[in-house]
């Protein structure tokens, strides 16, 4: 499995982003797909993440910004992300897990908020 994100760059606060992630086979295939941030010196976090029902998942410090969304046609998963702030500044990593939970991991796409 291969995951391509792309999307990330400089934005100022308060405006907007959307990351893509796209995965080399069915979205079906997934039991969940996700978007994690990292910033150096500490852990990777979950940000949101979307099963294969559309069942969605924020952390609290995105609810009512950021939007997952998945697109079945083009095996896509998007990361829509609003009202930007500077604590958002990371690099994001798209992650996908299977049915029989094997993990696999996209390569990191920056996204920097200036103020």
């Known amino acids: 499995v291969q995951l391509q994100a792309s999307g990330g760059g400089l934005v100022q606060a308060g405006g907007s982003l959307r990351l893509s992630c796209a995965a080399s086979e069915s979205l079906f295939r997934f039991a969940t797909m996700g978007w994690y941030r990292q910033v150096p010196g500490n852990q990777r976090e979950l940000v949101a993440s979307?099963?294969?029902?559309?069942?969605?998942n924020y952390v609290d410090s995105v609810k009512g910004r950021f939007t997952i969304s998945r697109d079945n046609a083009r095996n896509t998963v998007y990361l829509q992300m609003n009202s930007l702030k500077s604590e958002d500044a990371a690099v994001y990593y798209c992650?996908?897990?299977?049915?029989?939970?094997?993990?696999?991991w996209g390569q990191g796409t920056q996204v920097t908020v200036s103020s």
């Open positions: 992650n996908t897990r299977t049915f029989d939970t094997r993990s696999y």
């Open positions: 979307i099963t294969s029902g559309g069942i969605t």
